[in-house]
């Protein structure tokens, strides 16, 4: 049973491009949330899909941007990228979190660097 | 919004010392407890879970945390560490977003560094 996937594992990029970062959730699970995890920081919450929809969202500018697919894969999509953009970008997947006894899994991450 | 509050950020012990992590949150509805760890170059894994029933809970590699809910916190000990207990530990609430649905929220982390 394979956890949750993330491509690419490291990717680097400059000011003023985009980028686009890739997860798979564990089998069976249904909704997808992305995380932000800067240098030293915890991970903060940046959106999370389910049902192909963005159902809620942390406080993150509309540069960040996702999508869910009808197999439950998930696109990030960072447009106008900053500086303060680097950071491990987490993927965790679950059941749907309309029920309390939900239990994230989260993947190894893609860290993105901004030159 | 529910907030989480770990107090030290790095702590620094010998092997077979005994270790408590602190961990405050603030949201006054039911909350759903978690601690994390993530050891270096590895991804985040769960280390324990509190929902509900008894307040003292088990979890992997001899870790157990303690829910207090008068005092809002979530502390994680474990009796003696071990070398290989070095990593990063981040507590996280699951509470009740405004959208309706469940959001985890984590601590900022605290880092333990174990000397043999």
């Known amino acids: 049973d394979a956890g949750v996937t993330q491509s690419p594992t490291h990717l680097i990029k400059t000011r003023g491009q985009q980028v686009t970062l890739r997860c798979s959730p564990k089998s069976g699970h249904d909704t997808v949330s992305w995380y932000q995890q800067a240098l030293g920081q915890g991970p903060q919450f940046i959106f999370q899909y389910y049902e192909e929809e963005e159902r809620q969202r942390g406080n993150f500018p509309d540069r960040f941007s996702g999508h869910q697919f009808p197999n439950y894969s998930s696109e990030l999509n960072v447009n106008a990228l900053l500086l303060g953009d680097s950071a491990l970008y987490l993927c965790?997947?679950?059941?749907?979190?309309?029920?309390?006894?939900?239990?994230?899994?989260f993947g190894p991450g893609t860290r993105l660097t901004v030159l | 919004a529910q907030s989480v509050s770990q107090h030290n950020h790095h702590v620094i012990l010998s092997e077979a010392a005994s270790l408590e992590l602190g961990c405050n949150y603030s949201?006054?509805?039911?909350?759903?407890l978690f601690w994390y760890v993530q050891y270096p170059g590895q991804h985040l894994q769960l280390l324990l879970k509190y929902f509900s029933g008894d307040p003292l809970v088990k979890g992997i590699k001899g870790f157990e945390a303690e829910f207090i809910k008068s005092k809002f916190s979530f502390n994680l000990r474990k009796p003696s560490v071990q070398w290989s207990d070095t990593a990063e530990y981040f507590c996280?609430?699951?509470?009740?977003?405004?959208?309706?649905?469940?959001?985890?929220?984590f601590g900022k982390g605290t880092k333990l560094s174990v000397i043999p």
């Open positions: 949201y006054g509805g039911t909350v759903n």
């Open positions: 996280a609430v699951n509470a009740l977003s405004g959208a309706g649905s469940y959001q985890l929220t």
């Open positions: 965790a997947s679950s059941l749907d979190t309309a029920s309390s006894y939900n239990e994230q899994f």
